[in-house]
């Protein structure tokens, strides 16, 4: 089992979801929950292609803090 990192960000049709270590999964949903459902359903897919093709599957399990800029 792997634990991949999923961040949201609001965009003006609802939510883009996307994998931090695994950046080509992404996916757009008109509420929160249907982007989560939706990022799961695309992950499973994304590592089903990768298995048929023998493509290594990029680990999970990243890091995030916070970064404290004056802008």
């Not at 949201?8 to 929950?33: D, K």
């Amino acid at each position: 089992m792997q634990r991949y990192t999923a961040k949201y960000l609001r965009i003006e049709s609802g939510y883009m979801g996307q994998l931090v270590e695994w950046p080509e999964v992404v996916t757009e949903g008109a509420t929160l929950e249907e982007c989560r459902a939706m990022l799961e359903d695309a992950l499973h897919e994304m590592i089903l292609a990768h298995r048929e093709l023998a493509i290594a599957i990029p680990q999970g399990n990243a890091l995030f803090e916070s970064i404290l800029a004056e802008v």
